[in-house]
């Protein structure tokens, strides 16, 4: 039943979203459409709870809010607070306003009113960094919503009332994720419209998988789970879900996109005392320290601009390597910034262009430190081209480890062939990641598709990690019978002569031609 719940609430979704959106672009109406139902989600969610607490003194939330006894308003307050990270008073909950729009008021004031004081209602308190700013790219006065006060009232209002008439299923059992499945699958279908841009907050869920069950593979559980570049967190909940982790950690650059992440994890169910996003360049100000985690998993912009500025020279996460990764191409300084972060015991597994394996200079340089003086390279698995949004190039991933079982050789996986193309984009199917992930968990060696190439060949190979190099995928065409072909070639003649004259004969009754 939950399966049909969640497809049932993934369409109605993104039908209100897709009608009513009108000509305003995905990306740009993402961003309100989630935020309302965040909104709805945590007024839902604090009466329900609020009811809970009362129930005993058989009153709702409403009726013990404005009874006037003040005690009782501050204790349910503080446990709210306590329990959820947030309150919200009944005059600013989601019904509220609904009723509102019922009797033809304006609500865009009261609306803007309601969403601050979720997040002020946090202020001093632990949960204010999980809470703080999650509304401020909802601009209600924004243009892109209609050119008059009206038009803007009207359109919030539809969105508002349309997402009312649909069941959240809060009342479900907790761990039917309904909600976090669907809001999770809005973000995907925003990324397929946003174009290049959805590269900048979503991880395809395909890949997702491969690297989640890479960096559990032979654990029973992860304590904690890292992402320097979470985007909307999707491939860390996946992550901290598939490996039940007990505390997520993330940085995102983009305040917007940041906004997104906290709103999914809590969506998700995750506790706002169980993940620390923060907001911010990873690689210029790292906020997470020195701190180590059980699983690093990332999906960082391919071949960025940094600022390889003189000061990381004495930087931890990057001196050991002697040289710096250059300014226009930020993959190596990711790289090493996660194998800082990674515990003795942990995995990390990321995304990378294919440059990595094979471009020189500096970049040769730290390739050859990873594998001749720390033999830290577990794996290097090739994916097909074109199954990222907003970019089309061939990628793969690396994953690396810092107390290596196999530390003997490298396992290669050229899965590039093998993928299902849907319309303008290529999909991994289940069958494809199961493939993948078995491979690499049994390190196994298949003919055209994978291979461990010793340290030996690596060094042979002047540390060159180009897959072809390793994995032979050429396919010998078969001979051309140039008999066949020319007898194809007169058969076809003769068909083409024969066409001629039935074409002469109807052109000459027509009289077109004498």
């Not at 003189?310 to 250059?326: C, E, H, I, M, Y």
């Amino acid at each position: 039943m939950s399966e049909e719940l969640q497809q049932k609430l993934r369409t109605q979704l993104w039908s209100v979203a897709n009608t009513l959106r009108g000509n305003m672009s995905a990306g740009d109406f993402m961003y309100f459409t989630l935020g309302f139902i965040f909104y709805k989600y945590l007024s839902e969610k604090i009466e329900l709870h609020a009811n809970e607490l009362l129930k005993y003194d058989n009153v709702t939330f409403r009726e013990a809010w404005d009874s006037g006894n003040e005690d009782i308003k501050s204790v349910l307050k503080n446990q709210c607070i306590q329990d959820l990270g947030y309150f919200v008073e009944p005059e600013y909950l989601y019904s509220t306003i609904i009723s509102m729009i019922g009797h033809k008021e304006n609500i865009l004031p009261s609306l803007q009113r309601s969403l601050k004081k979720i997040e002020d209602s946090t202020i001093g308190q632990d949960s204010e960094d999980d809470f703080g700013g999650l509304f401020s790219d909802i601009d209600l006065a924004s243009p892109k919503l209609g050119k008059t006060a009206e038009d803007k009232n009207r359109l919030i209002s539809d969105v508002l009332v349309n997402l009312n008439g649909i069941d959240f299923g809060l009342n479900e059992a907790e761990d039917i994720d309904i909600l976090g499945d669907a809001y999770e699958y809005m973000i995907g279908q925003f990324a397929a419209g946003a174009g290049k841009k959805a590269g900048e907050f979503y991880t395809p869920q395909e890949v997702s998988q491969i690297l989640s069950e890479i960096v559990i593979t032979g654990k029973t559980r992860l304590k904690t789970v890292y992402d320097p570049t979470c985007g909307s967190g999707s491939l860390l909940l996946r992550t901290a879900r598939e490996g039940n982790a007990d505390a997520i950690y993330g940085q995102e650059k983009n305040p917007t996109t940041f906004n997104l992440c906290r709103m999914n994890m809590l969506l998700h169910g995750v506790k706002y005392n169980d993940f620390e996003i923060h907001n911010g360049d990873t690689l210029e100000n790292d906020e997470l320290g020195e701190r180590q985690f059980d699983a690093v998993v990332a999906n960082p912009p391919f071949s960025a601009d940094w600022s390889a500025a003189a000061k990381f020279n004495n930087d931890d996460r990057f001196s050991k390597a002697g040289v710096l990764a250059p300014k226009s191409k930020a993959d190596y300084a990711f790289i090493l910034h996660m194998i800082y972060h990674l515990n003795d015991g942990g995995t990390m597994a990321c995304v990378a262009p294919h440059g990595v394996l094979f471009r020189g200079a500096a970049e040769g340089k730290i390739r050859r430190f990873l594998i001749e003086k720390k033999n830290y390279i577990d794996a290097i698995i090739g994916l097909p081209a074109n199954i990222f949004y907003g970019t089309s190039i061939p990628t793969c991933i690396l994953v690396m480890k810092k107390c290596r079982k196999e530390d003997d050789n490298i396992l290669f996986i050229d899965a590039s062939k093998e993928f299902e193309k849907v319309k303008t984009q290529n999909k991994l199917r289940p069958e494809h990641i199961k493939k993948i992930v078995d491979t690499y968990r049994n390190r196994s060696e298949i003919e055209k598709y994978s291979h461990c190439a010793t340290l030996k060949e690596i060094e042979e190979n002047d540390y060159n990690l180009n897959i072809p190099r390793y994995v032979d995928t050429f396919e010998e065409e078969e001979p051309i019978d140039i008999k066949s072909v020319m007898a194809e070639i007169k058969e076809l003649e003769a068909k083409r002569a024969e066409l001629d004259k039935e074409i002469d004969v109807y052109l000459k009754e027509l009289g077109l031609v004498e």
